[in-house]
């Protein structure tokens, strides 16, 4: 009988074993914290489709899916491509401003000479941001065809004066 004493007690040791395993298996994942549910958006993040058309010779015209968070003082500008791929970037602040395409990235002083730079031409960032939250703001030589609101979220605002003009369209939602 001894001869077979050594089986039952390494059956016994390989149960115990198994249960020990299952037993940690178990208890590791009540140790995984639950998926927490992503932050509501910031308020003043918003995210659409731009069109952008300023007419120098040759005209420039962008389209892309953004992203828009911040204000007129700071803020980041995303533009993502076709499939959803990051085209560029650009990000203000007091006294700067960077466009980021890639690996390139480009500093200015301020985000008029960015726009001035990129788009050959400038334009009125803080009366956009008062356009995108509904507000009536008049800008001489530039035309409000649409502002936006809950039930059309769409901005449409034209400039005629100075040269050149501007056709800017801008779909956001928060």
């Not at 089986?7 to 395993?21: D, E, N, Y």
């Not at 058309?53 to 500008?77: F, H, K």
């Amino acid at each position: 009988m001894n001869a077979h004493a050594p089986r039952p007690v390494l059956m016994w040791l390989g149960r115990l074993l198994l249960i020990s395993l299952v037993a940690l298996l178990a208890s590791a994942c009540s140790l995984i914290p639950p998926a927490s549910t992503p932050p509501p958006p910031a308020p003043d993040l918003w995210e659409g489709r731009l069109s952008l058309r300023v007419d120098t010779t040759p005209p420039t015209v962008t389209q892309a899916d953004v992203s828009l968070q911040g204000s007129a003082e700071r803020g980041l500008l995303t533009l993502y491509g076709p499939l959803g791929t990051t085209y560029g970037e650009l990000r203000w602040g007091p006294g700067v401003a960077i466009w980021k395409q890639g690996n390139e990235e480009r500093r200015f002083a301020s985000l008029d000479k960015l726009l001035q730079q990129t788009l050959g031409t400038s334009l009125p960032v803080p009366t956009l941001f008062a356009w995108i939250n509904g507000e009536s703001v008049t800008l001489e030589g530039w035309d409000l065809v649409s502002l936006p609101a809950a039930d059309q979220p769409l901005l449409v605002a034209k400039r005629l004066t100075p040269a050149p003009a501007v056709d800017l369209r801008l779909r956001l939602t928060r």
